[in-house]
């Protein structure tokens, strides 16, 4: 009973530095990372808040990978599949779920600003995870014990894009080659491509 009053506590005195700094130049907020386990339950730790602005992507990199990182408990970013999907959060854009790519495990939930998710975008080629999209509201509790969630969710973006690519319209490329001009020749014409032809026949006999 004690400790569930203190997480409260805990997550209230974040909340509030997270609304005290909102107009800052913030990038990566502090924020729980929740899991679940049948075991255990929910389980939540924290994420250290990193301050500082994009200005060149080196220092967005430094900012991104390490919470990443610190989000998936995972030091190979190109083994993740970064779930983006919405929150009721007051001060958070989306929800981040993590999972690993080989195993479809979950490996933790969090909400994301929209400066986080366009740096996610940014370096995805980079880092080479793998970002998908979802409009459903999905609970921490599913995704950690139905790993087909996910794999459902990933066949049917695989599915629309094959779609969109194949409804994508034809491009009409013009023909470069200029149509035939039939040409009337002239005798005398006829006559000198003849000769011409006699001689260099005649030159080839020779050798």
């Not at 997550?11 to 990566?28: G, V, Y």
């Not at 730790?45 to 990182?69: N, T």
């Not at 366009?118 to 139905?146: D, P």
């Not at 969109?164 to 040409?183: A, F």
């Amino acid at each position: 009973m004690g400790s569930s009053k203190n997480l409260r506590r805990s997550e209230s005195l974040l909340t509030s530095r997270i609304n005290n700094n909102f107009n800052n130049n913030i990038i990566a907020k502090g924020r729980w990372v929740s899991t679940y386990n049948l075991r255990q339950g929910l389980i939540k730790r924290h994420v250290l808040p990193r301050y500082g602005k994009p200005v060149d992507s080196e220092k967005a990199i430094r900012l991104l990978e390490p919470l990443l990182q610190e989000i998936s408990g995972k030091q190979e970013l190109n083994k993740l599949i970064l779930l983006v999907a919405p929150t009721q959060k007051a001060y958070f854009q989306q929800k981040l779920h993590c999972f690993d790519s080989e195993t479809m495990k979950h490996l933790g939930s969090t909400c994301i600003t929209t400066k986080e998710l366009q740096l996610m975008q940014q370096f995805e080629m980079l880092f080479k995870y793998e970002i998908v999209y979802t409009e459903e509201k999905l609970s921490i509790r599913s995704l950690s014990l139905n790993s087909s969630i996910i794999s459902q969710i990933l066949q049917r973006n695989k599915d629309a894009l094959i779609h969109d690519e194949e409804h994508q319209p034809e491009p009409t490329i013009k023909s470069l080659r200029q149509p035939k001009i039939p040409v009337r020749m002239r005798a005398s014409d006829v006559n000198r491509n003849k000769n011409m032809t006699d001689d260099y026949t005649r030159i080839l006999w020779k050798l």
